[in-house]
């Protein structure tokens, strides 16, 4: 029955598509303690949902053949039972596939130079994830032994170093390839891993469709991370320049993002009747006394239209830094383009006029500013 199915396939994309070259994919190989068990073949041309091709046994010493039609080079994987994915390339007419289901991550792949370029990655990227997988351990240890910051400080220096390595490989990787089927997974990968985040995968998926306009996958991805796009731009600042702005502060002296050169900046947008920033001020304050002589500074947009409560909250609160007045409030354009929707809300800025982290606050930015000004 799997055969009819197959040469009925073959008809209709013959018929349907005939200006595409299509051709047949063979994958075989073995799959050591993998005896009699079910094995599928699966294509990716959505990244959310895999497309099951073609299925298939092992037989008594788990070898195995599966076969498809293809066209442009695309991510593959079998997949035996419910262990998790082999992935390939389909960059050749026939592959061989060998694995141990007892030690999934020594499988190999043979016939296909894409394929063991994937299998590489993985094993580099498994690598580098062991190593901060145990620096974490440390750092829990550490932190039970209750240990002097300044040894603690020096485990989580190490895993930042890790993190960069991580991130820069995947960079690397993604930007050497000339295959658009590795580029696809090498972004999928970074993705799922959060290797990279949202921002940067979609910056370098946008160019991987521009270079690849054709392939499915690349588009796939692309349509996914739109669709976060529209859920939560702001996510998408993040590494843009800072829009800027033009306000008289309280000395009626113009302020705009010029005014802080060469500074981080927090740009704090609130309004005097918000309790939840009401509820942040202490902090917040302690924030800038600890860090306004480190090259860090704070100007706060207020989104009162009324300028007493304005001057008034100003005061009570003790908000000593730079202090403006939008009084258009959110009809303004400024809060439109930090896609801003409800108080508080800040976004950080890096003394280039980059943004570097949106909506921190708390212990957290403290942390971000331990790390920047170093």
């Given at each position: 029955m799997k055969k009819y199915c197959f040469y009925i396939l073959l008809i209709i994309c013959l018929i349907s598509c005939n200006q595409h070259d299509y051709k047949t994919?063979?994958?075989?190989?073995?799959?050591?303690?993998?005896?009699?068990?079910?094995?599928?073949?699966?294509?990716?041309?959505?990244?959310?949902?895999?497309?099951?091709?073609?299925?298939?046994?092992?037989?008594?010493?788990?070898?195995?053949t599966?076969?498809?039609?293809?066209?442009?080079?695309?991510?593959?994987?079998?997949?035996?039972?419910?262990?998790?994915?082999i992935w390939f390339v389909n960059d050749t007419k026939e592959i061989t596939i060998n694995a141990n289901?007892?030690?999934?991550?020594?499988?190999?792949t043979k016939g296909s130079v894409a394929s063991e370029s994937l299998h590489q990655f993985l094993r580099k990227f498994d690598s580098l994830s062991t190593l901060k997988k145990n620096n974490q351990n440390n750092i829990d240890t550490l932190v039970k032994q209750k240990l002097k910051d300044s040894i603690i400080n020096i485990a989580k220096d190490e895993k930042k170093l890790i993190d960069k390595q991580i991130k820069d490989y995947c960079n690397a990787s993604i930007g050497s390839t000339k295959s658009p089927a590795l580029k696809y997974f090498y972004l999928?990968?970074?993705?799922?891993?959060?290797?990279?985040?949202?921002?940067?995968?979609?910056?370098?998926?946008?160019?991987?469709?521009?270079?690849?306009?054709?392939?499915?996958?690349?588009?796939?991805?692309?349509?996914?991370?739109?669709?976060?796009?529209?859920?939560?731009?702001?996510?998408?600042?993040?590494n843009e320049s800072a829009t800027d702005f033009n306000y008289k502060d309280t000395a009626n002296k113009s302020i705009t993002l010029k005014s802080f050169k060469n500074k981080y900046l927090l740009i704090d947008f609130w309004e005097s009747g918000n309790k939840d920033y009401k509820q942040q001020t202490n902090y917040l304050v302690e924030t800038y006394r600890l860090f306004k002589d480190k090259n860090f500074d704070i100007l706060g947009i207020s989104?009162?239209?009324?300028?007493?409560?304005?001057?008034?909250?100003?005061?009570?609160?003790?908000?000593?830094?730079?202090?403006?007045?939008?009084?258009?409030?959110?009809?303004?354009?400024?809060?439109?383009?930090?896609?801003?929707?409800?108080?508080?809300?800040?976004?950080?800025?890096?003394?280039?006029?980059?943004?570097?982290?949106?909506?921190?606050?708390?212990?957290v930015l403290r942390e971000k500013l331990k790390e920047l000004l170093k």
């Open positions: 994919i063979t994958i075989n190989g073995t799959i050591e303690n993998g005896a009699n068990k079910k094995i599928v073949l699966l294509s990716f041309g959505n990244s959310n949902s895999p497309i099951i091709l073609d299925t298939s046994s092992t037989d008594k010493k788990g070898r195995f599966l076969k498809s039609l293809t066209n442009d080079e695309e991510l593959y994987a079998i997949k035996v039972d419910s262990t998790a994915e289901l007892k030690e999934y991550k020594g499988y190999t999928f990968y970074a993705n799922k891993t959060a290797a990279l985040n949202e921002n940067e995968i979609f910056k370098l998926t946008a160019a991987a469709c521009t270079q690849f306009p054709k392939n499915t996958q690349l588009q796939g991805l692309k349509n996914s991370l739109s669709a976060i796009v529209k859920s939560n731009p702001k996510l998408f600042l993040i989104l009162d239209t009324l300028k007493m409560p304005w001057q008034k909250a100003i005061k009570q609160d003790s908000l000593v830094w730079t202090q403006v007045q939008d009084t258009l409030g959110f009809k303004s354009d400024v809060v439109k383009k930090y896609y801003l929707s409800s108080l508080p809300y800040n976004v950080l800025v890096n003394p280039t006029g980059k943004i570097v982290a949106i909506d921190i606050r708390g212990e």
